[in-house]
């Protein structure tokens, strides 16, 4: 691509390498002005034009090469830039200011080198062709693709960022993914030990091999599978393939040859002002060695494209000091963040640690000598506290009198750091270098919509990890000038979910439309507005979701009455109330699962899943599961979901309560609550908490005097403990409370907003709480308890409901002319079992009619 009759006047400037830091030095070199001084030539080895590699393990999983580009063809277009695809540089003649491709030769009046890094293959005798694959381009992982159509275990070498990202990329493509480190811990530079264990329980939890301390001297045949890599200890392992991503090294080849001066661990080296030894050229990215060291992230190769670039344009600039190489990533599905001196090396450092050995999450804070200042921090399983860190170590913010709340679970005390006490200078986005002082300017300027300014400042369009405090910076500046903070659910209502939840049972409104009439704009709503109206009419009046007012409004989950998985198929979950089945029913659902070839599976919630059932099969398998006293288990729903229990004084010897009861009973009150997340409870018979009530939305554990009451926890990607709400409770009592408690929520509560969350966000915390659901401050306890029983009352098992109407039956068809099932579902067995086809296990399908 490239554009022609350009003025005389402009010098050359040649970029070498359109990988991200050298199309961001592109973009800058535009925005400054710079093609009224150079005619811009760029040339890039790989036949795609610069593309995101950040998320380049999203085009294993689906994203197209041009879905990932870093912009338009239509900048390369531009008056003034050339753009040279597929045409490695090979040589830099420095006397005749040309560089050198198998083309040809290209003068320049000034060079960029912006060639970034190659991933570091050791020399281990036996690597070849699918035992030496690396992660690195889009070549690189169409090839990774293909050797693994017909692999079934894959070994990825390094345990870093990349090799974990490997690691997910072949667990994407159906293989049994292993990881193997030659150091004792994953991802040693970022991590300490505890960091790394932690980090290991957590990929390992998801299926991941991990082998650390493991130096692979030579790659052979195997026995079981292609190849078999035999390690230092006499250990071995065998595998079908092998990706490489041991580290990354500056590519700094053109450098070398050229007989520019490098950095002492290679790199080409640099001056403050990006300068090479040759006064014409300079060094940008992960190819660049600024005071002996290279920079692999995208932020400092972002700051040191946009600094050159105003250099080039003749504007002002910031010479280069460093970068910070905090990083905050989410491996396999795992947060991890890793800040400033992340191992406490700096002289005299002290470090406060939280170790939750249960959920394999792990947080370091690393102080200064004096307690005063943070240094770093380590965060494994909720990257949630990583912005406030950032901030405390990036702008040397006075710790609070005790640390330690900055990484214990959140709860009372919890010291929060608000955007007001962060300094003008605070970086808020570290790929584009916009501070809190730039957003201000932008507020000042009349900017009050969030995407107008991510348009002006580029903050959070690269790696998109600053979005959450950049809103609240936003928000935050726009109060303070006296400025509205829109806070509607969506463009259709300019309202928030509370606020429209007010409307719905106010004017006693029942019907979507009815409410986009009176209190909305537009006609038809959308994906944020018709799920939440959805919910809040069923909660409201508790319509069941089957009607035909709230079918348009509902996702395929609640449509269809059960979650769809990764093949298309359905998963069924019956309730099974406290976990307590009797033999007749677990027989009477094996039979069903036998008879319907579906797997099945024991859940942590203590019911029985059956997946694998295609939508025509929905309506057969559920007409013999009520048949036999089975009712919806609402899976699908943001609502009840179930009730953990242990056996209690029923059959423990330190059992002091029937917690069984009490969970049968509880389930059977709020089952089909809808609310605005998923609900959980927990009940355990005494305080050994066999049912882990303190990780529930509601917990219940027994005393010998009654119930003690916990609120507001939950399990997942960001575990919360429940907190003690009340103690000694008699059976009613506790049963009011939890009416009030939810009932609340309900009313009150964001748009998927859980039960932690919304706690968390409430002025005066769990004091306001109890004062309004134990002390009744608001004069609302009654008013709760009637509208919870009204829901109570009108409870109908949703699929026996849609099961007597044909009208609601007709929607379960996969073809609308055809009553068969999708014949492009196919399983295959595993442990005796149905499991989806993975997409390296495509070519085991037999051909026949049904699947041409």
Not at 247 to 264: H, N, V
Not at 347 to 371: H, K, T
Not at 747 to 767: H, N, P
């Amino acid at each position: 691509m490239s554009s022609n009759n350009q003025p005389a006047s402009r010098k050359k400037l040649v970029i070498i390498g359109n990988g991200m830091v050298g199309h961001h030095c592109v973009e800058q070199l535009i925005e400054r002005g710079a093609l009224e001084r150079f005619s811009i030539h760029v040339f890039g080895e790989e036949h795609q034009r610069a593309y995101d590699r950040v998320h380049l393990s999203e085009y294993i999983s689906g994203r197209d090469a041009e879905s990932l580009a870093m912009s338009d063809a239509e900048l390369y277009a531009t008056e003034g830039v050339h753009l040279h695809l597929g045409m490695a540089v090979l040589d830099i003649d420095r006397s005749r200011r040309e560089i050198v491709t198998s083309q040809g030769r290209h003068p320049y009046d000034q060079l960029i080198l912006a060639t970034g890094s190659y991933p570091f293959v050791p020399p281990i005798t036996g690597a070849e062709g699918n035992s030496r694959l690396v992660y690195r381009t889009l070549d690189d992982l169409d090839g990774i693709r293909i050797a693994a159509a017909d692999a079934r275990r894959g070994v990825v070498v390094g345990g870093g960022l990349l090799g974990l990202e490997a690691a997910n990329a072949l667990k994407s493509l159906g293989l049994e993914a292993h990881v193997v480190e030659f150091a004792p811990r994953l991802m040693p530079v970022q991590l300490d030990d505890a960091g790394g264990a932690a980090l290991r329980a957590r990929i390992e939890e998801l299926g991941v091999g991990v082998h650390l301390g493991c130096a692979t001297e030579e790659i052979v045949p195997g026995e079981d599978f292609r190849y078999r890599m035999n390690f230092k200890d006499g250990d071995h392992l065998e595998t079908d393939l092998i990706v490489f991503s041991a580290g990354i090294r500056p590519q700094d080849a053109l450098g070398r040859s050229a007989g520019l001066e490098l950095g002492p661990r290679g790199g080409i080296a640099i001056d403050n002002d990006y300068r090479t030894s040759d006064p014409v050229i300079y060094a940008i990215g992960e190819c660049a060695a600024w005071n002996g060291t290279c920079f692999g992230l995208v932020a400092p190769g972002y700051s040191m494209a946009r600094n050159l670039a105003l250099q080039l344009a003749e504007q002002p600039h910031e010479s280069f000091a460093g970068a910070d190489m905090s990083t905050k990533l989410k491996l396999l599905g795992v947060d991890v963040g890793s800040i400033g001196d992340a191992h406490g090396s700096t002289e005299g450092a002290r470090s406060y640690r939280f170790i939750d050995e249960a959920n394999a999450s792990y947080r370091r804070l690393v102080v200064s000598a004096d307690g005063k200042k943070a240094l770093g921090a380590v965060l494994v399983g909720d990257n949630s506290y990583y912005d406030t860190l950032l901030q405390y170590v990036q702008n040397a913010i006075d710790l609070p009198a005790d640390p330690t709340g900055l990484i214990l679970p959140r709860g009372e005390g919890t010291p929060a750091l608000g955007a007001d006490a962060l300094p003008d200078t605070a970086t808020i986005c570290s790929c584009h270098n916009v501070s809190k002082g730039a957003i201000c300017c932008s507020v000042d300027a009349g900017c009050v919509d969030l995407g107008e300014l991510k348009a002006t400042t580029r903050a959070a369009t690269g790696c998109g990890g600053c979005s959450a405090l950049l809103k609240q910076v936003f928000e935050h500046e726009l109060s303070a000038r006296g400025v509205a903070v829109d806070k509607s659910l969506c463009e259709h209502f300019a309202h928030t979910r509370q606020e429209l939840y007010a409307l719905v049972r106010v004017e006693g409104i029942t019907r979507f439309e009815d409410l986009l009439a009176r209190h909305g704009r537009g006609h038809t709503g959308c994906d944020i507005c018709k799920p939440a109206v959805g919910s809040i009419l069923a909660s409201c009046w508790n319509q069941p979701i089957t009607d035909p007012l709230l079918i348009p409004l509902q996702d395929t989950n609640d449509t269809f009455m059960a979650n769809m998985q990764k093949n298309g198929t359905y998963s069924v979950v019956p309730r099974v109330a406290g976990g307590e089945i009797t033999p007749d029913k677990l027989i009477a659902m094996g039979a069903v699962a036998k008879k319907y070839d579906l797997y099945t599976k024991i859940t942590g919630g203590q019911r029985i899943d059956l997946f694998g059932a295609q939508l025509h099969q929905l309506p057969d398998i559920w007409a013999e599961l009520i048949a036999a006293g089975f009712e919806t288990g609402h899976a699908y729903g943001k609502s009840l979901r179930t009730v953990k229990s242990c056996v209690g004084s029923t059959w423990c010897r330190y059992g002091v309560q029937d917690s069984v009861g009490m969970a049968i009973a509880l389930e059977d009150r709020y089952k089909g609550l809808r609310a605005p997340h998923k609900i959980k409870f927990g009940v355990s018979g005494c305080t050994r908490e066999c049912a882990e009530a303190q990780s529930k939305d509601i917990g219940v554990i027994a005393t010998e005097s009654g119930w003690n009451l916990y609120v507001a926890g939950n399990g997942g990607m960001r575990p919360r403990h429940a907190e003690l709400f009340a103690t000694d409770l008699d059976d009613a009592t506790l049963i009011r409370y939890i009416d009030r408690f939810l009932m609340l929520y309900v009313r009150t509560a964001d748009r998927l907003q859980r039960t932690s969350v919304w706690r968390e966000s409430l002025e005066g915390g769990l004091d306001y709480l109890k004062e309004v659901i134990i002390a009744d401050s608001l004069g609302l306890a009654a008013e709760l308890e009637a509208q919870m029983q009204t829901l109570i009352d009108r409870y109908q098992c949703e699929w026996a409901n849609a099961l007597e109407d044909p009208e609601k039956l007709k929607r379960f068809r996969t073809f609308v002319n055809d009553t068969r099932g999708d014949p492009d579902i196919h399983f295959v067995k595993e442990r005796g079992q149905n499991r989806p086809v993975g997409a390296s296990e495509l070519h085991l399908i037999p051909v026949t009619e049904e699947t041409l």
